[in-house]
């Protein structure tokens, strides 16, 4: 997979319109948009994952969405659509307790299963377990592409192959790992079983830690943002000693008053992308503390109070050491454990602390299409996403290749969350429709997943 056109096999001549690569809320969204519109198109939809699940390992008791229920994956495109959190919560024969709560934000637990609940009526047209590994230019009759080769590799070990004339890659993120910790962080602790170097682990894998942190004696929580917050506060209800380092100088306030979060509008990433590049960039920075590096209020009042009772006690649990790099982690001769090289920003001091465990509130990254593509480059013409997600191809070049998640410079802070999940949905179904040919639409494929084995 060089770039270089490979021939179709024989057996696989009929291609589906649309593959998604990725079953999160962005591609289920599209999945709703098409099927709401009673569109033709034939899709398929390939996920990682054995099942759905949203950020399951930071499905934390009382942890709230940030966003209003109304933001779901349809009612910012229409609100009488069966998919709605609120025909949700009907279904569930919970509507009337929901509106007693008196609140916008449900738990994240409670949005999770909303999300799969609507997955679970998608079935049909998601492998789950097939991890896709590359999307790969496929020679046409007159030299042209029209059509691509997805790669895939079911939960075996075996590999998998399909055709397509579209592909949409919303495929999320992953773990943003600060290079001290790059060769000791674990992607998969095993909390009860025997373990191979000290306990680090980035947020995403929390709860399947969980235990083996309570059992620690002293934590370190890196980052100063929300996930960071949410973990002291769980790590702190479970008995656990805490330093939370940054390099930041205090916990701030997410910005969430109404004028600041019209930025998440959907008007506003049209507006947006058709700004100077220079003047896109500067509205980003201007509007950074709606979205990074920031904390819901509530939480930071709760925090502050946890750190003014241990001063009434005289007994301090925890620690909040801001402007501190992390310059080395190393993992303990004897194994228990990490020792941490901090250097103080303010006066260039350094220091060395031993912790236990230590986990990683450092965000993610949003770089997964690039490997899968890399097939493509031949094909693409390096320029900006359009408006409609999809990337520039060069000139004899049909097939559609969509970002959800990946054009927050163009398309705005929204991009990698939910606020704009609907609409974001219905202007690449939209897109596609129009792609493809209607004499084409709906044409379908000997689907090679381990969903049909």
């Known amino acids: 997979m060089d770039g270089t056109p490979t021939p179709l096999r024989a057996d696989e001549t009929r291609a589906h319109d649309l593959v998604g690569?990725?079953?999160?809320?962005?591609?289920?969204?599209?999945?709703?948009?098409?099927?709401?519109?009673?569109?033709?198109?034939?899709?398929?939809?390939?996920?990682?994952?054995?099942?759905?699940?949203?950020?399951?390992?930071?499905?934390?008791?009382?942890?709230?969405?940030?966003?209003?229920?109304?933001?779901?994956?349809?009612?910012?495109?229409?609100?009488?659509?069966?998919?709605?959190?609120?025909?949700?919560?009907?279904?569930?024969?919970?509507?009337?307790?929901?509106?007693?709560?008196?609140?916008?934000?449900?738990?994240?637990?409670?949005?999770?299963?909303?999300?799969?609940?609507?997955?679970?009526?998608?079935?049909?047209?998601?492998?789950?377990?097939?991890?896709?590994?590359?999307v790969e230019p496929v020679r046409g009759a007159g030299g042209g592409l029209s059509q691509v080769r997805v790669h895939a590799r079911d939960a075996a070990g075996r590999d998998r192959s399909l055709l397509a004339r579209n592909v949409v890659i919303g495929a999320g993120a992953t773990p943003q790992v600060p290079e001290p910790f790059q060769s000791l962080v674990r992607s998969h602790p095993v909390p009860d079983g025997p373990q191979d170097g000290p306990l680090v682990i980035h947020s995403n894998g929390y709860l399947a830690a969980a235990d083996a942190l309570a059992r620690a004696g002293r934590v370190?929580?890196?980052?100063?943002?929300?996930?960071?917050?949410?973990?002291?506060?769980?790590?702190?209800?479970?008995?656990?000693?805490?330093?939370?380092?940054?390099?930041?100088?205090?916990?701030?306030?997410?910005?969430?008053?109404?004028?600041?979060?019209?930025?998440?509008?959907?008007?506003?990433?049209?507006?947006?992308?058709?700004?100077?590049?220079?003047?896109?960039?500067?509205?980003?920075?201007?509007?950074?503390?709606?979205?990074?590096?920031?904390?819901?209020?509530?939480?930071?009042?709760?925090?502050?109070?946890?750190?003014?009772?241990?001063?009434?006690?005289?007994?301090?649990?925890?620690?909040?050491?801001?402007?501190?790099?992390?310059?080395?982690?190393?993992?303990?001769?004897?194994?228990?454990?990490?020792?941490?090289?901090?250097?103080?920003?303010?006066?260039?001091?350094?220091?060395?602390?031993?912790?236990?465990a230590v986990l990683l509130a450092t965000g993610y990254r949003r770089r997964i299409h690039e490997a899968l593509l890399q097939p493509m480059e031949p094909w693409l013409t390096g320029g900006e996403v359009g408006r409609d997600y999809r990337l520039p191809t060069v000139p004899g070049c049909s097939v559609g290749l969509y970002l959800q998640g990946c054009c927050e410079a163009t398309h705005g802070l929204s991009d990698s969350l939910l606020s704009i999940l609907p609409i974001r949905a219905q202007e690449i179904a939209t897109a596609l429709t129009a792609a493809v040919p209607a004499d084409a639409q709906g044409d379908t494929i000997r689907m090679l997943t381990s969903a049909q084995r």
């Open 21 to 134: 690569v990725g079953f999160g809320p962005s591609n289920l969204a599209l999945a709703v948009a098409l099927r709401d519109a009673g569109s033709p198109l034939s899709a398929r939809f390939l996920e990682q994952r054995d099942r759905f699940v949203w950020h399951g390992n930071m499905l934390l008791d009382g942890s709230r969405m940030q966003i209003s229920f109304l933001k779901d994956l349809v009612s910012l495109r229409d609100p009488t659509s069966r998919y709605s959190f609120l025909s949700y919560l009907h279904r569930r024969g919970r509507l009337q307790d929901f509106i007693n709560l008196r609140t916008f934000y449900p738990s994240r637990r409670e949005f999770n299963d909303y999300l799969g609940w609507v997955a679970a009526d998608f079935a049909d047209v998601c492998g789950y377990g097939v991890t896709v590994t590359a």
């Open 220 to 356: 370190a929580v890196i980052g100063l943002g929300q996930s960071a917050a949410e973990l002291f506060l769980d790590l702190h209800g479970r008995g656990v000693a805490v330093d939370v380092i940054a390099r930041g100088p205090a916990m701030r306030p997410a910005d969430s008053s109404p004028f600041a979060n019209k930025v998440f509008d959907a008007d506003y990433t049209g507006y947006l992308y058709g700004l100077p590049a220079d003047e896109r960039a500067a509205l980003l920075r201007a509007f950074h503390n709606t979205n990074y590096a920031v904390v819901d209020p509530d939480l930071i009042d709760a925090i502050y109070a946890i750190f003014y009772q241990q001063k009434v006690a005289g007994a301090e649990r925890h620690a909040m050491l801001t402007r501190r790099e992390v310059v080395t982690a190393t993992a303990r001769p004897d194994g228990d454990g990490v020792t941490l090289a901090l250097a103080n920003l303010d006066d260039g001091s350094r220091e060395e602390r031993r912790y236990d």
